[in-house]
């Protein structure tokens, strides 16, 4: 292999990392038009980001929003208007989409969310901030993707096999393209916001030393455009490429790429002087310094601000460069750069950090993340994935609160509530008399809230042609030395398949709890020699792959795959399957109340929790997770 092939491979080699590290660079902080508030990522906990605000003159920050789970990363817009924002946000779980939240805005009462397929992975299609212009946001990826806020219409460029990253150009959009072929090429151009024409207007050399990273940035007359970049030869050094009218002007150099990175420019408003991201690794330590850059296009003047020091997990600093990206107030005057994307960083150094560019000593302002409300629920397992999308809920309408989800059972949960280590307790029966002394004992007072009800189903597989069973029945089923074939129920087959195979919840779950409390009041368990997975989705399985099994499992993990049985409270009675109508009304018989249980002192943060449950939102939550909200 000749050298200018070794060089063309490691530049591509490069090029497949910085896609995958570029995707932090979208974000970032975002100002206002009139940069009196800033929209900020931060943590809100070890492993969720949110989207903050912050209010220049008071100093007072909110929580906005909260990323839908570990590992999605948000990024802010404001709207056309100042007041309402825009989050897009990737997820990794879900690699081809992009969420979009619309909060607030002219004429909108609550946040609205629109998903929009980009294709396929989706961080690499946030590789830079999103544009808006007006009521339209341009996206990236293999081309250019364009979303009406208003409509929800999507147009697609689909371009060729490059990579497009788009950036915001004066008031129109840019396109950064970067080949992925044998050779390595950038090319820059705007995008016609009607049509979706590509127009190049610069191109990167294919014989240059230099690999930019594909996130150009602006003066306010659209002369010039600056490039971080560094070099993929020997020399390994970091630099700034600024372009003018199409032509390389000059190159500013940073450092040894090993012991320096650039991450995203900004052109401070006279065109001249522009400021970076940077980081620099102290040789002696190990350990790593963020800090603003500023320089000018001749390089005569540089200045670095100290910000933070950490001591990353790897040594990839350019990574850590692009996980602290810079915004520049509208005047010029403020950069603001928050440490959400930082890990292994003390907690007591993370924040919003706003740099004074007009004070001589460049005074560095930290701002701590603003702290979510947390409230904590604990009690029966059987409720956890119902207290989960609850908690999934209330993030999505009040993001400044969060719900802490356990489990352990409906009498550790109110035992925890009595002790006070938490602020609800979720149970699937009544509080027992001996539990409501406890209480009384402790100096408390228990407070039931009744809110929705949850139901058993009795499985068998799809060919079994039983119409239906009354309790008594499942009695003989369930229960000890009871019935072995389905003739003894009055199934009658055509071809009876050999025995009554019968798979009782496990003993140690809710299921068979509530199977027992319902079912079995007067006579033991059936014991069976099976010990495969008893979980209810498990059983689900079972029942789906053996004709003449049967089962008891909550109505929730029901599907398609079996046939839930119409189940009649006593002999002659009618028999009914579980709804939201049979449930409630008390019809179908193998239904149990659901209960949330406060303190009669409650303060108000869990007391708005509990009328939220109540309301069409939290109603719809429950119905999410297969219960039935009634009381």
């Known amino acids: 292999m000749t050298t200018q092939h070794v060089h063309v491979s490691v530049r591509l080699a490069v090029?497949?990392?910085?896609?995958?590290?570029?995707?932090?660079?979208?974000?970032?902080?975002?100002w206002s038009?009139?940069?009196?508030?800033?929209?900020?990522?931060?943590?809100?906990?070890?492993?969720?980001?949110?989207?903050?605000?912050?209010?220049?003159?008071?100093?007072?920050t909110q929580i906005l929003f909260a990323a839908p789970g570990q590992g999605a990363v948000p990024t802010p817009l404001f709207l056309p208007d100042g007041e309402?924002?825009?989050?897009?946000?990737?997820?990794?779980?879900?690699?081809?989409?992009?969420?979009?939240?619309?909060?607030?805005?002219?004429?909108?009462?609550?946040?609205?969310?629109?998903?929009?397929?980009?294709?396929?992975?989706a961080g690499h299609n946030l590789l830079a901030a999103p544009v808006l212009l007006g009521r339209r946001l341009f996206l990236s990826g293999r081309g250019v993707i364009r979303l009406d806020l208003d409509t929800g219409a999507v147009v697609r460029n689909?371009?060729?096999?490059?990579?497009?990253?788009?950036?915001?150009?004066?008031?129109?959009?840019?396109?950064?393209?970067?080949?992925?072929?044998?050779?390595?090429?950038?090319?820059?151009?705007?995008?016609?916001?009607?049509?979706l024409q590509l127009l190049p207007f610069l191109k990167v050399p294919t014989d240059s030393r230099w690999h930019v990273l594909p996130m150009p940035a602006f003066t306010r007359d659209l002369r010039r455009v600056a490039l971080p970049a560094h070099a993929g030869e020997r020399e390994e050094e970091a630099a700034i490429l600024v372009f003018a009218d199409g032509k390389l002007e000059t190159v500013l150099p940073i450092g040894h790429e090993g012991d320096v990175a650039v991450g995203n420019v900004e052109w401070l408003p006279d065109g001249a002087a522009l400021c970076a991201s940077l980081c620099r690794r102290n040789a002696e330590d190990g350990t790593v310094q963020c800090l603003l850059l500023e320089t000018t296009i001749g390089g005569s003047v540089t200045r670095e601000t100290p910000l933070v020091r950490t001591s990353p997990a790897n040594d990839d600093l350019r990574q850590l460069s692009l996980s602290l990206p810079v915004a520049l107030s509208p005047d010029g005057h403020t950069a603001a750069l928050s440490t959400a994307l930082l890990e292994h960083l003390d907690d007591r150094q993370h924040g919003l950090y706003l740099v004074d560019l007009n004070h001589?000593?460049?005074?560095?302002?930290?701002?701590?993340?603003?702290?979510?409300?947390?409230?904590?629920?604990?009690?029966?397992?059987?409720?956890?994935?119902?207290?989960?999308?609850?908690?999934?809920?209330?993030?999505?309408?009040?993001?400044?609160?969060?719900?802490?989800?356990?489990?352990?059972?409906?009498?550790?949960g109110l035992r925890e509530l009595v002790?006070?280590?938490?602020?609800?307790?979720?149970?699937?029966?009544?509080?027992?008399?001996?539990?409501?002394?406890?209480?009384?004992?402790?100096?408390?007072?228990?407070v039931a809230h009744p809110f929705a009800f949850d139901a058993l189903a009795i499985c068998v597989h799809k060919d079994n042609p039983i119409v239906s069973l009354t309790m008594a029945q499942l009695a003989e089923i369930f229960g000890e030395n009871g019935a072995t074939q389905w003739a003894e129920v009055g199934v009658a087959w055509r071809s009876e398949p050999k025995g009554m195979l019968v798979l009782p919840p496990d003993d140690h779950t809710p299921t068979f709890a509530a199977l027992r409390s319902l079912v079995l009041t007067q006579r033991r368990a059936r014991v069976v020699p099976i010990k495969a997975e008893t979980a209810d989705r498990n059983l689900v399985a079972l029942v789906a792959a053996n004709p003449n099994a049967i089962t008891c499992v909550g109505l929730a993990y029901c599907d398609e795959r079996v046939k839930v049985v119409p189940i009649a409270g006593k002999s002659g009675a009618a028999a009914c399957l579980p709804d939201a109508t049979t449930v409630t009304d008390g019809s179908y018989p193998l239904a149990q109340r659901l209960f949330v249980y406060s303190l009669a002192n409650a303060k108000p943060e869990v007391l708005d929790l509990l009328a939220w449950l109540g309301s069409e939102a939290g109603k719809q939550a429950t119905v999410r997770a297969g219960r039935f909200p009634g009381r």
């Open 33 to 60: 038009p009139d940069g009196k508030r800033l929209l900020f990522p931060c943590r809100l906990g070890e492993h969720q980001l949110g989207i903050a605000q912050y209010e220049r003159d008071s100093g007072k």
């Open 419 to 446: 002790q006070g280590n938490a602020d609800l307790a979720m149970t699937s029966r009544p509080a027992s008399p001996a539990e409501l002394a406890a209480a009384k004992a402790a100096g408390v007072e228990l």
């Open 15 to 30: 090029l497949a990392a910085v896609l995958v590290l570029v995707s932090l660079f979208a974000c970032r902080p975002a």
């Open 158 to 195: 689909r371009g060729d096999e490059r990579q497009f990253v788009v950036a915001r150009r004066g008031q129109g959009v840019c396109y950064a393209a970067v080949a992925k072929g044998t050779e390595y090429s950038c090319e820059l151009g705007t995008v016609d916001p009607e049509t």
């Open 84 to 121: 309402g924002a825009l989050i897009v946000c990737a997820d990794k779980d879900r690699p081809d989409n992009v969420r979009v939240v619309t909060l607030g805005g002219a004429g909108r009462t609550g946040p609205t969310t629109t998903q929009v397929d980009v294709g396929e992975n």
């Open 360 to 412: 001589k000593q460049r005074a560095v302002t930290r701002v701590p993340f603003p702290a979510p409300h947390i409230l904590t629920i604990k009690g029966s397992d059987v409720l956890l994935d119902l207290a989960s999308g609850w908690a999934s809920g209330v993030a999505a309408e009040h993001p400044e609160r969060q719900l802490a989800v356990a489990g352990g059972g409906s009498s550790v």
